[in-house]
Structure formats: structure tokens, C-alpha cells
């Protein structure tokens, strides 16, 4: 195999994933194998941090060794060291990998070209024989440089395969339900793949509608990761007990609590022990939020994420202006949904307009947008135990989308919504839900 690599490229490159390992994600997209590096220590380094990254496992220098040691490869600590000592960050390890990848190329096509060469060379061949057999080896290793690019046929059998199911078993698909009857009913719940924008003015009770869903599917048995950076990690968990027991927590605040309420609250603390529910209030990086959702993809199959809210993410780096950074923020979860196979859940601020005042990007990359038409200032009658909200909605099916609303019933008692059926005869509605909807 002839020698052509960029060594510097190939170091920084391990040295930038190594500093920022949730960049990983974007360069395992563009290298085919650890057989791109030119140098054969690089190449080992490499897969060791591929196996780390398919065990939901931290890639730093500690694990990369121990890896690199459990797989019996020989590559000293002090080199993997000095990798991280010739890298800045990993910003720029996309367009390192390109260069990888683009050396790799070239050491294949020449060494295909010299194993043509001999062949033809040798008049006993047939020459024709050697001409469609270099078309094959060129198609071929265009292919594997072009590992997301389909024939149609192929995409037809998976479409025709994705609308069996459809029809004949929804529940292979891993469709995610919101829990509330009529907002399934129109919208068919969340595919795999999807970006869901929720918003609404402020108090319009976002991350309670959005709660109330995360834990409708994990007692159903689907994980749930939740990048919070608003609340902490502690306020989420009470906020839900008490919807889940209906308990207002302001009887908590004003040390109202009944003996009947402590026990409901404490039943509940215990059912939420054993959900699948992760919850991260520390990550607000955008790409730190990709890196661990990917990872906890592996390590929990996790199948559904919640970033509340989209305004609060931190950008990676730049000179943008707030347009700007809020567009690359969505277009990354937006990326993060179709790349890790999962239903990601953006709260945002959106004004009665459904639009967002810092970019017009978020609307643009949903899949389905749920505003909450719910005012804070909003006046009630005396003794009101709840209020009709409106649930206005976008589904994209196409260029022009699908628009609709459904009512929902904020109980105020409680501090929930729960289906608008509810309000005018709340038997029959718990009935109904037959224990599939949060109430």
C-alpha cells in the first residue's frame, strides 16, 4: 500500500475528539473506518474511541487507554498525551476528517490503479474483463465514501415497509404519544426522527404540557433524557409528583398538606424511582447536549429528548448574532433527531404569531409545532377550578404543512392539563382514558 497520509491531520484530529468528545458524532458520519488513518497507531486510536462511543461510554485519555489496553493494542499514554497537546478544541474536527478521508481515498484509488496495472500488463488477461472489474472496484470504493447516499428502489422498500407497519403494527415504529386523546388523534403522535417545537407566551404552561408527556411515555416503557435549563434537576421531579398525585403544590408552599396528600406524594416518589427518566440541568452547550443525548442513545435507548428551552442552549463558539446562534442551535437538534432515531421535544417562546422573535429557523425545522394559547394575565371567575386552552397546531407533511387546534382543560386544582373532555363530565373522561393518558 503506498504511504500517503497527513500525519499532523490525523493528530489533531484524534487530539480534537479527545478534547471535545462530543464532536465525535459528526466525524464518525464523515470517516468509513479506522482503516482512513494513514498511520496505524491513529487508526487503532481511532477505533478504540468508535467502541467507547457504541457503549455509551465517555471518550477521554483515561478511557481511550484503557480501551486501547482491554483491546491489547500498543499505544503508549504518553502519545495519546501529546495528541491532546496538539489540539486547540474540537471545532475543527469535521474538516480535519475530510482530509483523513480524502488521503484514504487516494492511497485506494492507487492502489487500485497498480493492481489494474499489473493486470494489464499481463497479456493473458482479458482486457475487457479488467475494464468492468475496475468500474466495480471505483463504484465500489465510491460507495463507501458515500455510505448515506440510496438508490430510490431501495428507499421505496423501506417506505413500503414503514406503511405495513403503519397500518399493521404502529407499535414497531416507536411512535411516541403525547398522552392527551384528541392532540393524538390529529397529529398521529411523534415518529422517530422528528423535531417537536412547543411554545408559547411565557406562563403558558410549556414545560408542564411537555412533563406531563415525558412521563406518559416512560411508564410506558420509553426512555427519556431531559436537558434542563431553566429548572433544576430537583424542581423538575417535585414539579411532576405533585401533578402525578393531584396535589396543588401550592398547598405545599402554604404548608397545606393533608395527611392523605403526604401519602399520595410519597407513593409517587416511589413510582418515579423506577421510570426510565434521565435528567441533566449541569449541560447547556449545544454540543455537549448532542454528545450525551447520542450517548445515552447507546447506553439507555433512550427513545425520546426534552431541551427546555431552546433560548437558554449555549452556542458552540463564533461571532454570530442572536439569529444567528438560535438557527444553529435548532438545525442541531433538528440533526440530532434524524441521526440518533430519536423524537427531540424544543421549548421555545413563540408569539401569538407562532413565531419566534430571534429566528425564523425553528419553525422552519419542525416537524410539528404546538403552540399553547394560554395568557398569564388572564382573568377567571371566582371559584374557577379550571380554563379552556387551546392547542394550536402545524404538522409539516409537506411544503404547505397541515394546520389545525384542539382544546385542552387546565385544572387549576391541580396545576395539569388534562383532556377537554374532562371538564364536562370528569368520570366518564378518566373512564375513557382507560389509564393510557396522563388523567
Known amino acids: 500500500m503506498t504511504d500517503l497520509h497527513d500525519e499532523a491531520t490525523e493528530r489533531r484530529l484524534l487530539g480534537g475528539i479527545i478534547a471535545d468528545p462530543e464532536i465525535f458524532p459528526q466525524v464518525k458520519e464523515i470517516l468509513r473506518s479506522h482503516a482512513d488513518f494513514g498511520i496505524g497507531k491513529n487508526g487503532k486510536v481511532y477505533d478504540a474511541m468508535t467502541k467507547l462511543f457504541a457503549e455509551g461510554t465517555t471518550i477521554d485519555l483515561m478511557t481511550v487507554s484503557d480501551q486501547l489496553k482491554k483491546d491489547g493494542q500498543q499505544v503508549s499514554d504518553i502519545y ?23 488521503y484514504a481515498l487516494r492511497r485506494d484509488q492507487i492502489d487500485i ?14 482486457v475487457f474483463a479488467i475494464q468492468k472489474e475496475s468500474i466495480g472496484l471505483l463504484d465500489g470504493l465510491y460507495s463507501k465514501a458515500s455510505k448515506t447516499t440510496k438508490h430510490i428502489s431501495a428507499i421505496v422498500d423501506s417506505a413500503r415497509e414503514f ?15 403525547f398522552g392527551f386523546r384528541d392532540l393524538d388523534d390529529q397529529t398521529g403522535g411523534c415518529f422517530p426522527k422528528n423535531f417537536i417545537v412547543v411554545g408559547g407566551l411565557r406562563k403558558s404552561g410549556k414545560t408542564t404540557s411537555v412533563l406531563q408527556t415525558i412521563f406518559h411515555n416512560a411508564k410506558a416503557g420509553n426512555g427519556v433524557i ?8 430537583e424542581e423538575l421531579c417535585l414539579r411532576y409528583a405533585f401533578v402525578d398525585a393531584k396535589v396543588n403544590m401550592l398547598k405545599a408552599l402554604k404548608n397545606e398538606l393533608s395527611d392523605p396528600d403526604q401519602v399520595r406524594l410519597l407513593e409517587k416518589f416511589e413510582e418515579l424511582k423506577k421510570l426510565p427518566v434521565y435528567i441533566n440541568d449541569q449541560t447547556d452547550s449545544i454540543s455537549d447536549i448532542c454528545y450525551e443525548a447520542a450517548r445515552m442513545k447507546r447506553s439507555n435507548n433512550i427513545k425520546l429528548g426534552i431541551v427546555d428551552y431552546i433560548q437558554l442552549v449555549s452556542p458552540d463558539g463564533g461571532d454570530d ?13 433538528k440533526r440530532l433527531a434524524k441521526q440518533e432515531n430519536l423524537v427531540i421535544f424544543g421549548l421555545t417562546q413563540l408569539n401569538e404569531g407562532m413565531k419566534s422573535r430571534e429566528s425564523r429557523a425553528i419553525e ?3 416537524d410539528k ?19 379552556v386552552v387551546e392547542l394550536k397546531l402545524v404538522q409539516r407533511f409537506g411544503p404547505s404543512g397541515a394546520f389545525g387546534s384542539i ?3 387546565y385544572d387549576l386544582t391541580i396545576g395539569a392539563f388534562r383532556d377537554y373532555s374532562y371538564q364536562s363530565d370528569p368520570a366518564q373522561s378518566q373512564k375513557d382514558s382507560n389509564n393510557d393518558l396522563p388523567f
Open 226 to 233: 431531559i436537558f434542563s435549563q431553566e429548572m433544576s434537576a
Open 321 to 333: 448574532n442572536r439569529e444567528q446562534e438560535i438557527a444553529k442551535i435548532s438545525h442541531r437538534l
Open 369 to 387: 409545532i404546538i403552540y399553547i394559547d394560554a395568557k398569564e394575565d388572564e382573568l377567571l371567575a371566582d371559584g374557577a377550578t379550571g380554563k
Open 80 to 102: 495519546l498525551t501529546e495528541l491532546t497537546e496538539r489540539a486547540y478544541s474540537g471545532h475543527d474536527a469535521p474538516t480535519h476528517a475530510r482530509i483523513v478521508v480524502e
Open 113 to 126: 490503479a497498480n493492481r489494474l496495472k499489473v493486470r494489464a500488463e499481463d497479456m493473458t488477461e482479458d
Open 163 to 177: 406503511l405495513a407497519k403503519l397500518v399493521l403494527s404502529p407499535e414497531e415504529l416507536g411512535i411516541i404519544k
Open 407 to 409: 382544546k385542552l382543560w
Open 364 to 366: 422552519q425545522d419542525a
